[in-house]
């Protein structure tokens, strides 16, 4: 046994040995002397010569398993792990369905561990700690994350769009009277709640009068050619301190803020943040005019090119599109006002019958003061409280019928008169763009007149040169302008039909829906009544409810009725 117990390196080398001499071990003890024969290795190790040995030698050759048979795989360390996980399915059969997993999730891993997939041995041992859940986690994850990325990037985007759009919430409210008898106006108190970061603080207000909204259609008006521009209610000498009239005018100037503000163009006018913000309003606007001379006249963007406020031209432009809009708004218009006209026969209608209710009732309460009998004096006197109540129900129906659909119909009829005015202004372009291509051909008939004279008029020349370039460069200004002109307004008039839609319809409902609630409100005052005409039957007084119970003692009129007691002394 001491010469099978030799040191040779030979002896850690299990692939050589291994198998063909497990069987033979006690044959050839002479042969173990030699260093060349690995023969004689299987008596060598023990499990106490194999811990010296591995110490020893190279760390690296002693941290395989030698102890395990392979017969398969010569590959050294890389070929005993295989051995080493060889016993693991030789105990779990189900090694196909490993294999499958493996190969199943083989795409996803092989960046990972790519070093050692040539080894199928680690490959079937990754397969069983996936089965045991290790890494099954993380792949699932990313597929969701690329499903959530087109969502995620979607979101923003309509962020962005909707922070791109500031939104506006202005109210015009607390109509006051200032001044003395010469100098007397109505004070509006306009407040602004906006999200946009061109002013100060998001939430204020500031004090407005009737010409400072004047001041602000006609400003956007002239800063915006092309732009349908909200106008304000027409004035009124008559009656402009009335009640009705300023909660009227108020509504109209609420309606005509808030479209402007949210109108793309208009909400980032410079005027309109004046106006909305400025606390020096009259300083600032009368500054902005000493800057701006040609905007205090109404010329504004269109004066840098010579087109005058007033004064038609030769030049008519033609436009089979343009001209069917005017027509079709000359006949809307025409109708528009035909409806407000029978609108307002409505409302003094509304405000007739309110009168005559008046008059009724003072007609009923003088007969109860001359009646002795008080059981027809009570009912009397009550028909003429009623008839009172029926005054206040049309009164406030005929002032509901101007703030719905009288307000939207008066509004459209003033927007037309913008839209007529854009157009006034399109055409003034078109006359400066024909002017300006006259004046270019005069120019050049003079240029050409000087070329054919030679070199005697270079001087001369040279100037006309350089206007027939000026004059090039104004044709092309103004045609520019004219050709935007015409397409902003064509998209104008489509946005002009959106909203017309969508504002008679909110109007007509909200008209019929006070309709309908008046006439529900009138039909219970005439059943209460007849309740209470129903109580003094069968010889009881007439019933007059308590000030203090009201309409619970009105509800309890039917039961006081079908009761055969009396009613009390202190509600008869």
Do not use: C
């Not at 030979?10 to 071990?25: A, F, H, L, T, Y």
């Not at 990325?149 to 500031?166: H, I, L």
């Not at 970061?197 to 006609?218: C, M």
């Not at 005069?442 to 100037?463: H, Y």
């Amino acid at each position: 046994m001491d010469l099978g117990a030799g040191d040779s390196p030979w002896g850690d080398e299990p692939s050589q040995s291994s198998s063909p001499v497990n069987s033979k071990p006690d044959t050839k003890d002479g042969a173990s002397t030699q260093p060349g024969l690995s023969a004689s290795t299987p008596e060598v190790r023990t499990p106490g010569r194999r811990g010296p040995r591995g110490t020893r030698k190279i760390s690296a050759q002693a941290t395989p398993l030698q102890a395990v048979d392979d017969t398969f795989d010569p590959l050294g360390p890389l070929g005993e792990a295989p051995a080493e996980t060889s016993a693991i399915p030789a105990d779990e059969a189900p090694a196909p369905p490993q294999k499958e997993l493996v190969a199943g999730r083989s795409p996803q891993p092989t960046s990972t561990f790519s070093p050692t997939s040539s080894g199928a041995g680690l490959a079937d041992s990754l397969s069983l700690e996936e089965d045991g859940g290790s890494f099954r986690g993380p792949p699932p994850v990313q597929p969701p994350a690329e499903v959530e990325g087109p969502k995620r990037q979607t979101q923003a985007s309509m962020s962005v769009e909707q922070a791109a759009k500031p939104t506006f919430d202005i109210s015009v409210g607390d109509p006051h009277k200032v001044g003395d008898l010469t100098s007397s106006h109505i004070v509006y108190q306009v407040r602004t709640r906006t999200t946009s970061k061109a002013y100060r603080v998001p939430e204020f207000s500031v004090s407005r009068r009737y010409r400072d909204f004047l001041w602000l259609y006609n400003s956007l008006h002239s800063n915006n050619p092309g732009v349908v521009v909200a106008p304000p209610p027409e004035k009124q000498a008559v009656g402009r301190f009335d009640t009705n009239f300023v909660e009227s005018r108020r509504a109209a100037l609420e309606r005509m803020l808030n479209k402007i503000a949210s109108h793309p163009i208009l909400q980032h006018d410079g005027d309109l943040k004046i106006f909305l913000e400025s606390e020096a309003f009259n300083v600032d606007v009368k500054n902005k005019e000493n800057r701006e001379p040609d905007l205090g006249q109404s010329k504004g963007m269109l004066s840098s090119f010579g087109i005058s406020v007033g004064g038609g031209g030769k030049f008519v432009e033609h436009d089979d599109w343009f001209h069917d809009r005017k027509v079709y708004l000359d006949a809307l218009e025409n109708q528009l006002k035909a409806l407000l006209k029978s609108m307002d026969t409505v409302v003094l209608q509304r405000k007739g019958l309110a009168e005559a209710a008046g008059d009724f009732s003072g007609s009923l309460h003088a007969l109860a003061s001359v009646e002795l009998s008080p059981a027809l004096s009570s009912p009397l006197d009550g028909l003429s409280e009623l008839q009172l109540r029926i005054r206040e129900l049309y009164e406030r129906q005929a002032q509901q019928d101007v703030l719905t659909l009288g307000i939207t119909i008066d509004e459209y009829i003033r927007l037309i008169g913008s839209i007529k005015q854009a157009f006034s202004q399109r055409q003034k372009a078109f006359h400066t763009w024909h002017t300006a291509e006259s004046d270019l051909q005069k120019r050049k008939n003079t240029q050409d007149k000087l070329l054919r004279q030679g070199k005697t008029q270079q001087d001369r020349l040279n100037q006309v040169n350089a206007d027939v370039a000026d004059a090039e460069r104004k044709v092309h200004q103004t045609r520019l302008l004219f050709e935007d002109m015409g397409r902003l307004m064509r998209n104008e008039l489509q946005r002009f039909e959106k909203e017309k839609v969508e504002d008679f319809k909110s109007g007509v409902e909200t008209f019929l829906e006070s309709a309908v609630e008046a006439q529900k409100e009138l039909i219970e005052l005439w059943e209460t009544f007849l309740l209470r005409l129903d109580a003094g039957e069968d010889g009881l007084p007439y019933y007059v409810p308590p000030p203090a119970s009201g309409e619970a003692s009105e509800a309890a009129a039917p039961e006081s009725a079908a009761s055969p007691m009396p009613v009390p002394d202190d509600e008869a």
